[in-house]
């Protein structure tokens, strides 16, 4: 995999899941739940991860990630 980039370098953890694709539905639930909880910094590194490994956002995490930095609470968010 060679070294990382500054980008991934954001997310080093999310390195060992660069290859297993599958996993990016469980990891965006588990993001998810982070910010249901209230966790807004658990959630954001999910989040970053999820960015990171799949550059093309289809699950749409950049719309989660606005909410979540700004810290607004699952039942106050659009997202829903």
Do not use: Y
């Not at 370098?9 to 209230?38: D, T, Y």
């Amino acid at each position: 995999m060679g070294e990382a980039s500054p980008e991934q370098e954001k997310a080093p953890g999310c390195r060992v899941f660069e290859r297993q694709r599958l996993f990016l539905p469980c990891m965006n639930g588990f993001g998810l739940c982070w910010w249901h909880l209230g966790r807004f910094e658990e959630a954001a590194r999910i989040f970053d991860c999820l960015l990171w490994l799949n550059p093309s956002d289809n699950p749409g995490v950049r719309f989660l990630i606005e909410e979540d930095r700004a810290k607004v609470t699952w039942e106050n968010s659009r997202v829903q």
